[in-house]
């Protein structure tokens, strides 16, 4: 008797959709571990006070936004799963973490930008967030 997965899939499918969604998971935390790592050049970057106090609860702020927007991504895409299925929003789900990513890498800093540059930041980390909770 041939063991089941829930879905009608082979084995090697299942072994190949638990790979990618390891490595998924993996690339989400190597994302927020950077990201904690990098905390004095972003600072630097993004959020320049004369108070480095403001400048390090700015870039924690910035940081929560991932963690914050978590839940609600659970709910939209738990809706989006059970209306147009599984698969559809497995794939919405990694490009709204992928995407993000590499806009924020391509950002420009707050003196090429300004204000926009942190706003920008903390939009992009929410949206990471959305697609991490779905």
């Known amino acids: 008797m041939q063991p089941r997965y829930g879905a009608d899939i082979s084995r090697k499918q299942f072994v190949l959709l638990v790979i990618a969604l ?21 600072t630097q970057l993004f959020f320049p006070s004369n ?12 940081f929560a936004m991932g963690f914050v927007s978590r839940p609600f991504g659970a709910v ?9 299925g ?12 992928v995407f993000p ?12 930008g300004g ?5 920008l930041m903390a939009v992009l980390r929410f949206i ?6 779905g």
């Open 22 to 42: 390891c490595s998924g998971t993996v690339i989400e935390w190597f994302d927020f571990t950077v990201y904690s790592q990098l905390s004095p050049v972003i």
């Open 51 to 62: 108070n480095p106090t403001v400048k390090q609860l700015a870039f924690w702020a910035v």
């Open 76 to 84: 939209l895409f738990g809706h989006i799963g059970d209306a147009v």
């Open 86 to 97: 599984r698969r559809i929003t497995m794939l919405i789900s990694v490009s709204l973490i």
């Open 101 to 112: 990513t590499v806009i924020i890498g391509s950002l420009p800093t707050y003196h090429q």
């Open 115 to 119: 204000l926009v540059a942190p706003i």
């Open 128 to 133: 990471q967030g959305l697609a991490v909770g």
